[in-house]
């Protein structure tokens, strides 16, 4: 009976290879292996030679590998080389998906076959049914009278018909192509015809990439009036493909954008942009007929495991292109080229940048260009008493065509060493000297502006600086059982020596201008950002973080700080401490005392009569059936000898999410600045959104105005149909 059992054997594979080739209609799967042997459970099997012929009978299983048929009865014909399964067919691939049929038919080398009301549910849900399907060629399926929806059926009325379906006369499945035709296809939303198509296709779900057009989009706004997009996706290889999108426009003509993208060996690049012309309005003028236009090239490269190399260009042909057209948008423009390395702790990196602005008030000429910037970073490896050497060192060309021009070297070397005692007290060591040397002209030693009047600051002038500082900083943490949780205090001191002074107004404020003191820079031996300012003199800091952790979510944690400066110059700003003086007070309170309440509130107090200089308040509150969010800030007006100045700031935003029902949820969101009184954005949203179907209905009121950008009215409705791409309105 070893030939008989070779036949079963032989028979049962060439089902599930049937199986597992017409599985592939619908989503790629591995091939099934004729080496892994197919186990066989069923009631009765018989083998009759005279027919010659092999039969199971009963509920068959028949596993093989983590594929598993059920059938009610499986015959395999040896002379004909036909096998046949019938009675409740089902196959349950390694993926999740099964495949039901009443009736299957194919011969032994897979090239010919037929299934019997063919269905499919794949993993999500999805479905999939057809009167009957047919294998011919050995590459063509083809499936008559075919329904696909990927919705679930009505819990109460299962016969009902589902949210939408496409329904098709005939799908033909091209294996080598790798292409799904439909014939005479039409779509229903619940169960009434509202799309039809004699002809469509559409790659199947193997292929990852194929040429051909995406999914539309149209709008309607003030300045550009009905726009329509539909975009256009060619492969051009497996490694590069191109996307051309026009918009059309009733007011503006056409915009033509596109992008291009490859990979490499060694990496990928692409290239962006759009074009146009159209009019534009400056202050009270309109021009007509003018080039407009933005261009967004980058790159990245890995020359090896240490090494790479990239660029971003990005360019815009005026400063309000962006904004009027929908494309993405930053306040400044940035484009660089960079050369960086990786090895272990260290860090080495050249760049060279230029800047963009995108607003009124920036004057492009102004700008910075940069030359190079190069840095290296080293970190040494802890030593026979646990200190460690680290060092850094960099380069720097600064240059406008209207301004102050900047050369700088730098080099930083210094010395950590941590201690920690019996009693678990941690006392740090730290030592470093700095040192820079400066070549620049258009410096103006009496202000730090970048474009100084006076013509006498034209000259070019040399300085140097050699800075040596050192801190000792110590602190003790403390822990304990309490009936609220478990607490842990823990207390720090710092004291911080160096020179005096050490910021002459001959070296220019390029990378130090944005000072901020709070509680993430407190304990910084140098706390201005950059290396043109340095935080002289010496001083001490102090502060406190204590937290406690109950049991599930809840929690809290505070910390609070200052600094008492024993002297000073004027390039420290005054909430940092005046010479003998104590600085503002910095802290920061975090309390989640319930699962769905999450509270902060970040702050800096005026030494002397604790009002606020600096509020960040922020709440989180509620389940996903009712969820609010609100934030505050306030920023109280600064202008320090040589930091960067800006108008007192109060600015609130509020959120409001409910998930009022299984599908539907909605928001409301509302932006407003305190200090003008004025309401800088609101958002409504309203949104269905099941397993296969997704509406998504948001109201926009912008206030933002900036020459040709106006406040603006939106209304958008966005319609995603599952596995069948997006439809979008805008207003």
């Given at each position: 009976?070893?030939?008989?059992?070779?036949?079963?054997?032989?028979?049962?594979?060439?089902?599930?290879?049937?199986?597992?080739?017409?599985l592939?209609?619908?989503?790629?799967?591995e091939?099934v292996?004729?080496?892994?042997?197919?186990?066989?459970?069923?009631?009765d099997?018989?083998?009759?030679?005279?027919?010659?012929?092999?039969?199971?009978?009963?509920?068959?299983?028949?596993?093989?590998?983590?594929r598993?048929?059920?059938?009610?009865?499986?015959?395999?014909?040896?002379?004909?080389?036909?096998?046949?399964?019938?009675?409740?067919?089902?196959?349950?691939?390694p993926?999740?998906?099964?495949?039901?049929?009443?009736?299957?038919e194919?011969?032994?080398?897979?090239r010919?076959?037929?299934?019997?009301?063919?269905?499919?549910?794949?993993?999500?849900?999805?479905r999939?049914?057809?009167?009957?399907?047919?294998?011919?060629?050995?590459?063509?399926t083809?499936?008559?009278?075919?329904?696909f929806?990927?919705?679930?059926?009505?819990?109460?009325?299962?016969?009902?018909?589902?949210?939408?379906?496409?329904?098709?006369?005939?799908?033909?499945?091209?294996?080598?192509?790798?292409?799904?035709k439909?014939?005479?296809?039409?779509?229903?939303?619940?169960?009434?015809?509202?799309?039809?198509?004699?002809?469509?296709?559409?790659?199947?779900?193997?292929?990852?990439?194929?040429?051909?057009?995406?999914?539309?989009?149209?709008?309607?706004?003030d300045?550009?009036?009905?726009?329509?997009q539909?975009?256009?996706?060619?492969?051009?290889?497996?490694?590069?493909?191109?996307?051309?999108?026009?918009?059309?426009?009733?007011?503006?003509?056409?915009?033509?954008?596109?992008?291009?993208?490859?990979?490499?060996?060694?990496?990928?690049?692409?290239?962006?942009g759009?074009?146009t012309?159209?009019?534009?309005?400056?202050?009270?003028?309109?021009?007509?007929?003018?080039?407009?236009?933005h261009?967004?090239?980058?790159?990245?490269?890995?020359?090896?495991?240490?090494?790479?190399?990239?660029?971003?260009?990005?360019?815009?042909?005026?400063?309000?292109?962006?904004?009027v057209?929908?494309?993405?948008?930053?306040?400044?423009?940035?484009?660089?080229?960079?050369?960086?390395?990786?090895?272990?702790?260290?860090?080495?990196?050249?760049?060279?940048?230029?800047?963009?602005?995108?607003?009124?008030?920036?004057?492009?000429?102004?700008?910075?260009?940069?030359?190079?910037?190069?840095?290296?970073?080293?970190?040494?490896?802890?030593?026979?008493?646990?200190?460690?050497?680290?060092?850094?060192?960099?380069?720097?060309?600064?240059?406008?065509?209207?301004?102050?021009?900047?050369?700088?070297?730098?080099?930083?070397?210094?010395?950590?060493?941590?201690?920690?005692?019996?009693?678990?007290?941690?006392?740090?060591?730290?030592?470093?000297?700095?040192?820079?040397?400066?070549?620049?002209?258009?410096?103006d030693?009496?202000?730090?502006?970048?474009n100084?009047?006076?013509?006498?600051?034209?000259?070019?002038?040399?300085?140097?600086?050699?800075?040596p500082?050192?801190?000792?900083?110590?602190?003790?943490?403390?822990?304990?059982?309490?009936?609220?949780?478990?607490?842990?205090?823990?207390?720090?001191?710092?004291?911080?020596?160096?020179?005096n002074?050490?910021?002459?107004?001959?070296?220019?404020?390029?990378?130090?201008r944005?000072?901020?003191?709070?509680?993430?820079?407190?304990?910084?031996?140098?706390?201005?950002?950059?290396?043109?300012?340095?935080?002289?003199?010496?001083?001490?800091?102090?502060?406190?973080?204590?937290?406690?952790f109950?049991?599930g979510?809840s929690?809290?944690?505070?910390?609070?700080?200052?600094?008492?400066?024993?002297?000073?110059?004027?390039?420290v700003?005054?909430?940092a401490?005046?010479?003998?003086?104590?600085s503002?007070?910095?802290?920061?309170?975090?309390?989640?005392?319930?699962?769905?309440?999450d509270?902060?509130?970040?702050?800096?107090?005026?030494?002397?009569?604790?009002?606020?200089?600096?509020?960040?308040?922020?709440?989180?509150?509620?389940?996903?059936?009712?969820?609010?969010?609100?934030?505050?800030?306030?920023?109280?007006?600064?202008?320090?000898?040589?930091?960067?100045?800006?108008?007192?700031?109060?600015?609130?935003?509020?959120?409001?999410?409910?998930?009022?029902?299984?599908?539907?949820?909605?928001?409301?969101?509302?932006?407003?600045?305190?200090?003008?009184?004025?309401?800088?954005?609101?958002?409504?949203?309203?949104?269905?959104?099941?397993?296969?179907?997704l509406?998504?209905?948001?109201?926009?009121?912008?206030?933002?105005?900036?020459?040709?950008v106006?406040?603006?009215?939106?209304?958008?409705?966005?319609?995603?149909?599952?596995?069948?791409?997006?439809?979008?309105?805008?207003?």
């Open positions: 009976m070893r030939g008989d059992r070779r036949g079963i054997r032989w028979g049962l594979l060439c089902v599930l290879a049937i199986f597992a080739s017409l592939r209609v619908a989503w790629a799967q091939p292996s004729r080496e892994i042997p197919a186990l066989l459970q069923a009631d099997v018989v083998y009759d030679k005279e027919l010659q012929t092999v039969t199971a009978r009963g509920e068959v299983e028949v596993a093989h590998g983590e598993i048929l059920l059938a009610d009865s499986l015959t395999y014909n040896l002379d004909t080389d036909v096998i046949t399964a019938q009675g409740d067919v089902s196959l349950l691939e993926s999740g998906e099964v495949i039901f049929a009443d009736y299957v194919v011969t032994g080398d897979l010919e076959g037929a299934i019997r009301s063919f269905r499919m549910l794949l993993t999500d849900r999805s999939l049914a057809a009167a009957n399907a047919v294998r011919v060629d050995g590459r063509l083809q499936m008559r009278k075919v329904v929806s990927p919705c679930e059926p009505c819990r109460e009325d299962p016969e009902r018909a589902p949210l939408w379906q496409i329904k098709a006369e005939r799908v033909t499945h091209d294996q080598q192509e790798k292409m799904l439909y014939r005479n296809a039409r779509m229903e939303l619940f169960g009434v015809p509202v799309i039809y198509t004699p002809y469509f296709e559409h790659p199947d779900p193997t292929v990852k990439r194929k040429s051909g057009f995406l999914s539309p989009s149209f709008g309607f706004s300045e550009l009036g009905t726009r329509f539909i975009p256009y996706y060619w492969a051009i290889s497996p490694q590069r493909d191109l996307t051309v999108e026009p918009i059309y426009t009733t007011k503006q003509g056409v915009v033509m954008t596109g992008q291009y993208r490859a990979r490499t060996t060694g990496g990928q690049y692409s290239l962006a759009s074009a012309v159209a009019d534009k309005t400056t202050g009270r003028e309109t021009k007509t007929d003018v080039f407009r236009g261009l967004d090239v980058e790159g990245e490269f890995n020359i090896d495991r240490i090494w790479r190399w990239g660029f971003d260009a990005r360019r815009t042909s005026d400063d309000t292109y962006l904004r057209y929908d494309f993405e948008f930053d306040r400044f423009l940035r484009s660089e080229a960079y050369l960086e390395g990786f090895r272990g702790s260290n860090y080495f990196s050249a760049r060279t940048f230029s800047y963009q602005g995108q607003s009124r008030r920036d004057e492009d000429r102004e700008l910075p260009i940069v030359l190079p910037e190069i840095r290296y970073s080293y970190v040494g490896k802890p030593g026979t008493a646990g200190g460690r050497f680290f060092a850094e060192a960099g380069a720097l060309g600064l240059t406008r065509i209207d301004g102050r021009d900047s050369r700088r070297l730098s080099s930083s070397v210094g010395w950590t060493l941590p201690y920690t005692d019996n009693l678990g007290g941690i006392t740090e060591l730290t030592t470093v000297v700095h040192g820079d040397v400066y070549a620049a002209n258009g410096v030693e009496t202000t730090d502006a970048v100084p009047p006076d013509a006498s600051a034209a000259g070019e002038d040399f300085q140097g600086r050699l800075f500082q050192a801190a000792l900083s110590y602190r003790y943490p403390m822990a304990r059982q309490g009936f609220l949780g478990r607490e842990v205090l823990e207390p720090r001191v710092q004291l911080v020596v160096g020179p002074g050490g910021n002459p107004g001959e070296i220019p404020n390029e990378d130090s944005d000072f901020e003191f709070d509680d993430t820079n407190l304990f910084r031996l140098n706390r201005f950002p950059g290396r043109d300012r340095i935080s002289s003199g010496q001083r001490i800091d102090y502060g406190a973080t204590y937290s406690i109950g049991e979510y929690y809290a944690s505070a910390f609070l700080g200052q600094s008492y400066r024993i002297n000073s110059d004027d390039a700003p005054d909430s401490g005046e010479d003998g003086d104590f503002d007070i910095v802290g920061r309170v975090d309390v989640r005392p319930l699962r769905y309440l509270l902060s509130y970040r702050f800096r107090l005026d030494e002397d009569n604790f009002s606020a200089q600096r509020s960040e308040i922020g709440m989180r509150a509620g389940p996903p059936s009712l969820q609010t969010r609100i934030d505050y800030t306030f920023l109280k007006d600064e202008t320090d000898s040589d930091s960067a100045s800006f108008g007192q700031r109060e600015e609130i935003y509020a959120e409001v999410r409910s998930r009022f029902a299984r599908y539907w949820s909605a928001y409301a969101s509302q932006r407003r600045d305190l200090t003008t009184n004025q309401t800088l954005r609101t958002r409504l949203g309203l949104v269905y959104h099941d397993e296969c179907f509406v998504d209905l948001r109201a926009q009121r912008d206030e933002f105005r900036d020459r040709d106006e406040p603006d009215d939106q209304i958008f409705v966005t319609i995603t149909f599952k596995h069948l791409g997006q439809f979008v309105a805008e207003q």
